[in-house]
C-alpha cells in the first residue's frame, strides 16, 4: 500500500501520523520538464476520452495545461 500526501500535511510528531516502522517515509524526486510535458499528455488521453474529446483536443488540453504549468508559478510548484 503506498499513501501519498504534500510534505506540509504529513509532519513529524501529529497524532494521526502512521507508524513510520509500519509506512516508511520516502520523499519522491520532483518532476523534470519532460517528464511533466510527458505526464500532461498521458493524463489527456487517458481521460479526454471519458469526456467524449479525440485525440487531438486531448493533446491542445494537454499542451496548455503544461505551457500553464511553466506560465505560473504555482502551478510550477503543483507540477
Known sequence: MVV???EYAYKRG???RLPEADFPVV???LF???QIEQ???TWYQLTG???G???AR???EAQRLYAASQQWRHLRELA
Open 39 to 41: 505526464f500532461t499528455l
Open 58 to 60: 486531448c493533446q491542445r
Open 14 to 16: 501529529d497524532a494521526w
Open 32 to 34: 523534470a520538464p519532460e
Open 27 to 29: 520523499d519522491l524526486a
Open 4 to 6: 501519498t500526501c504534500r
Open 49 to 51: 476520452p471519458y469526456k
Open 53 to 55: 474529446w479525440d485525440a
